[in-house]
């Protein structure tokens, strides 16, 4: 090649995406004998893009270098020996390659202004004027009229992007947005910002109306955001806020990370999710996402697509297919068509205008390069960071948009799905839109589609999932089953506005945090909350766990036991007894060589017990008949008779009575001899009675008088263990326990120890399991279900004292494949792996460097900080949660990150004080005495951080006035706003 060609090729004919190809050109042009090495190159693409996955800048390299050493037009050549890349031009001089270099530059720096301009520099805030202002704005959105002396009147440029604002009580309200397309002059003064594509928002349940539209409602943390940008000023009418809030603002109903699920209305639907498999399926209950109704009506065919399209996930192919127009486009049509796609995209006749991959067949053939492009980058993005591939997201949704072609949602996220199905999945609009306001949501899914859009539903499925975790780790495929099928089974169930209003007011938003605590949890086994005092770690960590455990399924409702069969019936009682005996500190022991006999021991008593299973399918459901053969006498007759139970199980009912031994025997009127030879009248060897057992009844016919109906009420034994005397029989276990470590709290009462116990004139010394073995216990005896220990202050105890040899057993690989034997039982331990423990520290207590080093490899650490978005409130002229921020903001200047001060200061009945009074009693008796602890008899200190009005230096003594005198208090407040 000539270098005519060349710096032709570069003025005239390179067809740029972004700047790849002026990039690789002048990196070769600057090389030595103008060679280079990939690595080389790719490095110059990372430094010019800012690139920070390799993998990405290695194939834009490959792509820009098919174009630029295409045959015919081969200005790049590969070495194969080498492996480098070299520059085929015949020889040039010094000043044309120094031209060319600097074509190539003007080139890149062309490249980035039209990226720069894209991107919109400027993110403004316009606040909307009234009638009685001279720069009075255009009602409909298209002019906004500014006076160019306001001091962000610079920003206002074409592609800036704004909200217009007006403030009402205090608060933000959002009229709507739009970017910039032109500016005009008015004078010399002023200047009207130009807007093509403004929209309002919509009405909301807090929308204020004015003049006719309806100015959505800034939450708090937005409006604590806007306030404490640089440079902001209330009085100007224009704002800078940066993209981040400006995103947050735009976004459908305000943040995503507010999405919910409300508990009842999640078990509700749950409990019809499972009858619909049972009924389709003809009584196979529900028990994991293998179950065959869902494989075949949902789950299948998705995999089967995934098969079908697993070559489009394949870099090699992309950057094959890439070469030729027109390849790509014609492999997505393919996995578009009706035979792959089957019902996950609307429409059999998927070419045409009315189906949602219609813009696959209608774009114009000059722009199919641009379209393929497009497309190549979102399919290589998908594997990527969410942040990344959302921005390739809303790329292609603006091609579309902007070339008018349709953006449907069934497209987006099909191709979502195709391009990486582990992360995404495909959505119906309106069935999904109906799922979230089910749950207790107010978001409604308009027509503008976008990745925050989308990131709403992915958000509810990541919800969902930590919900349904007792079915293992469900794929994306299995979660959106469920959300569809669910997504129909509820629209018989009507829901209002003004019930979903209701829903949400009456259940406590989840935050979004939680599901990043439990993924840390369900990976380490055990955390730790720390932070500040008043931050509200014991509060977090009761709320978490309390969420955190919300799947459990804790009671068996008379529904679901009827679904059972005998066998699960019959498992399921004796599971139960296991549970209750072992979370009595009693051992549970099968006796060896039968199927029905069994023992409960402790170390002061034992007990025992026979099981009896009626069949079900007789005659007369109610009725059981039963007999004890002499085995079972002999088994019974070892311990003392007040001991000995008989469990009898009605499984045509589904029902169960633990009859005490003796009540038998002095009540039942046993078989006669005349009945059935082998049976025993008397009841004193192998014997044989009958009774009945109901749904709420059961009752015993007495040998009082054989020929009446003379029965014993058995109600008081009728589903319970509560007869054996050992505790309350509740069904629903303890799942969350809470103790507080202190400096002499011990291994004796958080394992096992002697403890003393008086009885009569003696002392008896028993052996007692402590808090975290009775915990293991309940948690071993109920694998299907999460158990959590809270630990409130667990940098105050001693660790290895109070663990002691335990602290191995509770790393996640140990758990339940590895065992010690007790220092005081003798007997071998291991800890469940579904027991997780949380515990909490005050950083100003004890540095987090001086905890025990094993407890600190052996646990995840989450900081919880003070959060004055919970203190939107202003009393008197002083806004909390801008003092707590100018509080803490001088701790820490003074080294004290650790000893800020918590938000939880200022609350009360989880809300932020609201009076005064309150406000003098915290600072009297909860801060000063804080800065007092924090900075000993240096009353210089405190007074420089909190004013003179609060302490007296001289005398170190807290001045009294301010206490009682309200105005003095505000005015020495005011040094924090």
């Avoid at 010399?188 to 919509?202: L, R, T």
């Avoid at 309106?430 to 709403?456: C, D, H, M, P």
């Avoid at 208090?969 to 005011?974: D, H, P, R, V």
Wanted: net charge negative; charged share 25%; aromatic share 12%.
């Amino acid at each position: 090649m000539k270098y005519a060609e060349l710096e032709k090729f570069i003025l005239e004919d390179m067809q740029m995406y972004r700047n790849y190809q002026p990039v690789i050109l002048c990196a070769l042009l600057q090389s030595p004998n103008y060679t280079a090495s990939k690595e080389v190159i790719v490095e110059q693409l990372k430094e010019a893009n800012n690139f920070e996955i390799k993998d990405y800048a290695a194939i834009l390299w490959e792509v820009a270098l098919e174009v630029i050493g295409k045959p015919g037009r081969d200005f790049v050549k590969r070495n194969s020996q080498t492996g480098n890349y070299s520059l085929n031009i015949a020889e040039i001089t010094e000043a044309q390659k120094s031209k060319l270099i600097s074509i190539c530059k003007e080139k890149i720096n062309e490249a980035n202004s039209k990226k720069k301009e894209s991107n919109a520099p400027y993110y403004l805030l316009f606040r909307y004027k009234s009638e009685n202002n001279p720069y009075e704005d255009d009602p409909s959105g298209k002019t906004y009229h500014f006076p160019n002396r306001n001091p962000n009147a610079r920003k206002v440029i074409p592609g800036a992007k704004a909200i217009w604002f007006d403030r009402k009580d205090g608060n933000f309200y959002f009229l709507g947005y739009g970017t910039v397309s032109e500016l005009k002059p008015r004078t010399e003064k002023d200047s009207d910002a130009v807007f093509d594509d403004f929209k309002f928002f919509e009405k909301q349940l807090d929308s204020l109306e004015l003049n006719e539209k309806f100015l959505k409602k800034a939450t708090s943390r937005i409006q604590e955001k806007i306030m404490s940008r640089s440079g902001y000023h209330n009085q100007h009418s224009i704002l800078e806020i940066g993209k981040e809030i400006f995103d947050a603002i735009v976004q459908i109903d305000g943040d995503v990370t507010n999405v919910i699920v409300n508990e009842d209305r999640f078990q509700e639907s749950h409990k019809i999710f499972e009858k619909e498999m049972l009924l389709k399926s003809n009584g196979i209950q529900f028990t994991d996402f293998n179950h065959p109704v869902l494989l075949k009506d949902e789950i299948n065919y998705k995999r089967e697509i995934i098969v079908k399209t697993q070559h489009l996930r394949s870099f090699d192919n992309l950057h094959q297919w890439i070469k030729t127009e027109g390849i790509l486009l014609g492999k997505i049509r393919e996995i578009c068509s009706q035979s792959i796609a089957k019902n996950l995209l609307m429409g059999t006749n998927y070419g045409l205008p009315v189906s949602s991959a219609a813009s696959l067949h209608l774009v114009p053939k000059h722009l199919i390069s641009e379209f393929e492009q497009i497309l190549f980058e979102f399919f290589t993005f998908a594997n990527s960071s969410s942040e990344e591939f959302g921005k390739q997201f809303d790329i292609l949704i603006a091609f579309l948009n902007n070339n008018n072609l349709k953006t449907d949602w069934r497209f987006l996220s099909y191709l979502s799905f195709i391009a990486n199905p582990d992360k995404y999945f495909p959505i119906q609009p309106t069935a999904f839109e109906n799922l979230l306001q089910y749950y207790g949501n107010q978001y409604k899914l308009r027509a503008n589609f976008s990745w925050k859009v989308y990131s709403i539903i992915l958000d509810l499925a990541k919800i969902l999932k930590t919900k349904l975790v007792k079915y293992g780790k469900l794929d994306s495929i299995q979660i959106q089953s469920y959300m569809w099928v669910v997504s129909k089974l509820i629209e018989n169930i009507p829901l209002t506005i003004q019930e979903s209003e209701g829903l949400t007011q009456l259940t406590n938003e989840i935050p979004l945090e939680f599901l990043e605590y439990a993924d840390i949890l369900l990976k380490k086994n055990q955390m730790i909350f720390y932070g500040p005092p008043g931050t509200g770690k014991t509060f977090v960590a009761s709320k978490f766990a309390n969420w955190f455990v919300s799947p459990n399924k804790t009671k068996t409702n008379y529904e679901e036991l009827q679904s059972l069969s005998d066998d699960q019936f019959n498992d399921y009682v004796i599971n139960e007894l296991q549970r209750f005996a072992e979370q009595q500190n009693y051992e549970f022991i099968k006796d060896q060589g039968t199927i029905n006999q069994f023992i409960l021991r402790s170390s002061h008593n034992e007990i025992r017990l026979v099981f009896t299973f009626s069949k079900s399918g007789k005659q007369d459901p109610e009725s059981v008949y039963l007999g004890i053969s002499d085995k079972m006498m002999d088994f019974l007759s070892q311990i003392p008779i007040e001991n000995r139970f008989i469990v009898i199980i009605n499984n045509d009912v589904k029902n169960f009575v633990v009859l005490p031994y003796v009540v038998e025997q002095k009540y039942a009127r046993f078989v006669t001899g005349e009945e059935s030879g082998k049976w025993d009248p008397t009841g004193k060897t192998q014997h044989a009675f009958r009774l009945t057992i109901g749904t709420n009844t059961a009752k015993m016919p007495t040998r009082e008088n054989t020929h009446s109906d003379k029965f014993l009420d058995c109600i008081e034994y009728l589903g319970s263990f509560d007869v054996l005397g050992i505790g309350n029989y509740q069904e629903a276990p303890e799942f969350v326990r809470r103790v507080t470590f202190h400096p002499s709290y011990s291994y004796e009462e958080f394992v096992e120890g002697i403890k003393p116990r008086t009885r009569g004139q003696y002392i008896e010394y028993n052996l007692e399991d402590g808090v975290f073995k009775r915990a293991c216990n309940d948690a071993r005896s109920d694998p299907d279900n999460r158990y959590v220990l809270i630990i409130d202050e667990i940098n105050r105890g001693n660790i290895s004292k109070i663990f002691g040899e335990l602290i191995t057993l509770i790393e996640q690989d140990k758990r339940q494949s590895y065992s010690l034997i007790l220092t005081y039982s003798k007997k071998s331990f291991s800890v469940p792996p579904n027991l997780f423990i949380v515990g909490t520290m005050n950083t100003a207590d004890r540095s987090l460097t001086l905890l025990d080093v094993a407890l600190r490899r052996r646990f995840a650490f989450c900081e919880l900080l003070p959060n004055s978005q919970l203190l939107d409130k202003t009393i008197e002229g002083i806004h909390i949660g801008t003092m707590l921020n100018n509080i803490n903001k001088m701790l820490r200047e003074e080294g004290l990150r650790e000893k800020q001060i918590g938000h939880s200061y200022f609350m009360k009945n989880s809300h932020c004080i609201d009076k005064i009074e309150d406000l003098q009693f915290v600072f009297a008796n909860e801060i000063i005495p804080l800065f007092q602890e924090y900075f000993y008899e240096d009353y210089e200190t405190i007074s420089r951080l909190l004013g003179s009005e609060f302490v007296n230096s001289k005398e170190m003594k807290v001045n009294k006035d301010w206490k009682t005198d309200t105005n003095l208090f505000i005015e020495a407040l005011k040094r924090f706003q």
